[in-house]
């Protein structure tokens, strides 16, 4: 199998375990793409439902926004998804979607920045919130320009959330995670005043950060 196949299947898979998560819901959620090794990104198209994407479907663009290969309209956050790639050589895989408590705590204007979860701290250091933007326009790209040079993980808005990853699994995963993470602090907060981590706990987890990640 070649690469440009593998990663074909890889989008697939990353948007039917999407829908199936409950992450993304109708024709108009979610976008999912992967940069190859020519420089080209492959983006799932625009009105189709991500359970529903087959391979042929996908659409080959150039950093420029330039379809080159496809039949159909790319997805209307193609700006988001570029900009993530020019902001991280490293990234290669990234998915926008809709997690629902994740969502949910940007509407409600709660931040989820604050330490709590070791093990966010030590893969991810925070989860920050990109300002408010109009969602598959020129600014919502901006809005994360900064943001994503730092963070793997962004919520967007009132408009779910962005993810990138060094393959677009990875991509995906974090994009489970930050549901988790959304749901248990849901459930903290349920029962409860959330209890942050001291800053000394911090530090420790910093710490342990730098020496796996080495940052």
């Not at 997805?75 to 490293?90: F, G």
């Not at 988790?180 to 706990?201: D, F």
């Amino acid at each position: 199998m070649s690469a440009i196949s593998a990663t074909k299947k890889d989008i697939i898979e990353a948007c039917r375990r999407l829908h199936a998560l409950g992450l993304v819901a109708a024709t108009t959620d979610g976008n999912v793409s992967a940069r190859l090794d020519d420089g080209t990104i492959l983006i799932t198209p625009s009105g189709v439902a991500k359970e529903d994407v087959k391979e042929e479907q996908l659409i080959r663009i150039d950093m420029d926004n330039n379809v080159l290969e496809g039949s159909r309209k790319p997805s209307t956050e193609t700006l988001m998804h570029i900009e993530a790639y020019r902001q991280r050589p490293d990234v290669r895989g990234v998915v926008h979607a809709h997690p629902p408590l994740a969502t949910a705590f940007s509407i409600a204007g709660i931040s989820i920045e604050a330490p709590v979860m070791p093990e966010v701290v030590v893969h991810f250091r925070k989860i920050p919130t990109a300002k408010y933007a109009t969602a598959a326009s020129i600014e919502n790209a901006e809005t994360i320009r900064e943001l994503v040079r730092e963070h793997d993980i962004i919520i967007l808005d009132h408009h779910g959330a962005l993810t990138v990853g060094r393959d677009v699994m990875t991509a995906h995963q974090r994009m489970e995670k930050l549901e988790h993470v959304a749901r248990t602090l849901w459930a903290a907060r349920t029962l409860g005043p959330v209890r942050t981590l001291k800053p000394e706990q911090v530090e420790k987890l910093v710490e342990l950060r730098r020496r796996i990640y080495g940052k």
